[in-house]
Nanobody, 131 residues
């Protein structure tokens, strides 16, 4: 089991920054690749960013490249999503998720972008960006 708990969401203005955290009490957290997804009202849950188990590889949705940074501190069992230059269209509930895919498979975009490839999910944290 890999319990995941997100935190750090809130209400901010356009152009502001937020840092989301995804923490786990599981002993095997460092063995999992971690991703952030988001879901806006009335929309499908979409991929935002992902990081490999070692932290050596990161992947981003095009709309957040250059604005969001994903990182992990395995010694703290935590993954972060630093979000800068926030826009109203970033408003959503943000979820972190853990995948046990092999490193080779996780490197494939079709895999790390697919929410069905993730085994564990957190409850989400709300991010609201006002214009």
């Amino acid at each position: 089991q890999v319990p995941l708990v997100e935190s750090g969401g809130g209400l901010v203005q356009a152009g502001d920054s937020l840092r989301l955290s995804c923490a786990s009490s599981g002993r095997t957290f460092g063995s999992y690749h971690i991703a952030w997804f988001r879901q806006a009202p009335g929309k499908e849950r979409e991929f935002v960013a992902a990081i490999s188990q070692s932290g050596g590889s990161t992947y981003y949705e095009d709309s957040v490249k250059g604005r969001f940074t994903i990182s992990r501190a395995n010694a703290e069992n935590t993954v972060y999503l630093q979000m800068t230059s926030l826009k109203p269209e970033d408003t959503a509930v943000y979820f972190c998720a853990a995948s046990g895919l092999s490193p080779g498979n996780f490197a494939l975009a079709a895999k790390h972008r697919d929410r069905l490839e993730y085994d564990y999910w957190g409850q989400g944290t709300q991010v609201a960006v006002s214009s």
